[in-house]
């Protein structure tokens, strides 16, 4: 198990840019596939990207490709997702989460952080 802290989040125009943290406890952070996910009130929780273990695998959500870049530092316990040309759309709580490996579930997850967007 792994206990996970979100941070970076917060209110932006339009087009800005933010970048999210991820902070894990622990000392096998270097073993999990870590995620993000988004959810807006009254909808489902939406996957956004991941990034394998090793980092040498990163998956983007059609909606947000070209836009947001997941990475990591193991040795800093940190997956992050940098944001940039921000729409209204991207407006919501985002969460982090790790998963065992790319056929596992996501188990552990953050508390999340609130990003909105303005017009």
């Known amino acids: 198990q792994v206990q996970l802290v979100e941070s970076g989040g917060g209110l932006v125009q339009a087009g800005g840019s933010l970048r999210l943290s991820c902070a894990a406890s622990?000392?096998?952070?270097?073993?999990?596939?870590m995620g993000w996910f988004r959810q807006v009130p009254g909808k489902e929780r939406e996957f956004v990207a991941s990034?394998?273990?090793?980092?040498?695998?990163?998956r983007i959500a059609g909606s947000v490709k070209g836009r947001f870049t997941i990475s990591r530092d193991n040795a800093k316990n940190t997956v992050y997702l940098q944001m940039d040309s921000l729409k209204p759309e991207d407006t919501a709580v985002y969460y982090c989460?790790?998963?065992?490996?790319?056929?596992?579930?996501?188990?552990?997850w953050g508390q999340g952080t609130q990003v909105t967007v303005s017009s």
């Open positions: 990034i394998s273990w090793s980092g040498g695998g990163t």
């Open positions: 622990g000392r096998t952070f270097s073993m999990y596939d």
């Open positions: 989460a790790a998963r065992g490996g790319s056929g596992a579930l996501y188990k552990d």
